[in-house]
């Protein structure tokens, strides 16, 4: 796995919801785009509501 560092979280832009994503963790209808960032590049995920909040209070250890 590569290393990658919490970057932001980002609710979609109205363009993007019209689109059809889900939360890569629990298959939710994904709100937020998490980005991290890894050696030389932004890798950017999707998530819902709550699991975007526990990767933001995961990330302040
Ligand atoms: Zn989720």
Known sequence: MLEKTLKSIEPFTSKA???SRFCMR???L???LVK???EGAILVEKYCDNCAKEIEDGSAN
Do not use: R
Request: net charge positive.
């Open 26 to 28: 629990c298959g939710e």
């Open 17 to 19: 919801e019209k689109k």
């Open 30 to 32: 994904a709100t937020k």
């Open 36 to 38: 991290y960032s890894t």
